[in-house]
């Protein structure tokens, strides 16, 4: 069936440091993998994307890999700052035709310490 | 371009109450996602419409959950005869294509049930 789900379910970091954030998914089906973030009372907001074909790209501070080995999608956010505080959930998006349908994991509360 | 608006943001019913939710989705955007968030859990879909078609509603239960999206006007998530476990955050996401992962969400609804 189809699953996705992360290892741990909260993330302390200095502000400053790197960041990683890692996911497990189950459907080799699915065409591109996402990463979302969620603040307090809002809705999830776009990070970054990786289609199935890839395994990594990179934006602005953010780096998504991808291992479709061991089927595993991580996030690397670069000198994590405080604004960065929030829940990130990975997400796989499984097409069929011209249905598409996002399957979110649990989410990971990353705290960025002062 | 205003993103997406959902209304009510916060919508508190007592057990056997009806709940309508809204969702504007984004200008230009034709298709309209509905998902429902638990605490502490990663968002879980419901239901994939497009105007004035239901593509998938897999991820709706089968009694009390409808929805529609008119050619005119907001979408609709109706939840008939509320119980506490409908108690969550409803989210809707638009998307200007068919069959893409890339969705806009909005700020989301969240239904108390007394």
């Known amino acids: 069936g189809e699953s996705v789900g992360l290892h741990l379910p909260t993330l302390s970091v200095q502000e400053g440091d790197n960041s990683i954030i890692n996911c497990a998914y189950s459907?080799?089906?699915?065409?591109?993998f996402i990463w979302y973030k969620q603040e307090s009372g809002k809705g999830p907001q776009f990070i970054i994307d990786i289609r199935s074909n890839m395994d990594k790209r990179q934006g602005q501070r953010v780096t998504v890999l991808l291992n479709k080995t061991v089927k595993h999608l991580s996030l690397q956010i670069a000198a994590t700052q405080p604004g960065d505080s929030a829940v990130y959930f990975c997400?796989?998006?499984?097409?069929?035709?011209?249905?598409?349908?996002?399957?979110f994991g649990k989410g990971i509360t990353l705290s960025v310490r002062p | 371009n205003a993103g997406v608006m959902q209304n009510p943001r916060h919508l508190v019913r007592r057990r056997g109450q009806e709940a309508r939710l809204r969702c504007s989705p984004m200008k230009g955007h034709s298709h309209v996602y509905w998902y429902r968030q638990l605490p502490e859990e990663g968002l879980k879909f419901m239901v994939y419409?497009?105007?004035?078609?239901?593509?998938?509603e897999s991820g709706m239960p089968k009694e009390r959950f409808s929805a529609e999206f008119p050619k005119e006007g907001p979408s609709i998530l109706r939840i008939q005869q509320v119980v506490r476990g409908d108690s969550a955050a409803y989210f809707c996401?638009?998307?200007?294509?068919?069959?893409?992962?890339?969705?806009?969400f909005g700020p989301g609804t969240r239904l108390t049930v007394l």
């Open positions: 996401a638009s998307s200007p294509l068919a069959g893409t992962h890339e969705q806009f």
């Open positions: 419409l497009q105007k004035e078609n239901i593509i998938d």
């Open positions: 997400a796989e998006n499984w097409k069929t035709g011209a249905n598409s349908k996002l399957t």
């Open positions: 459907n080799s089906a699915s065409d591109y």
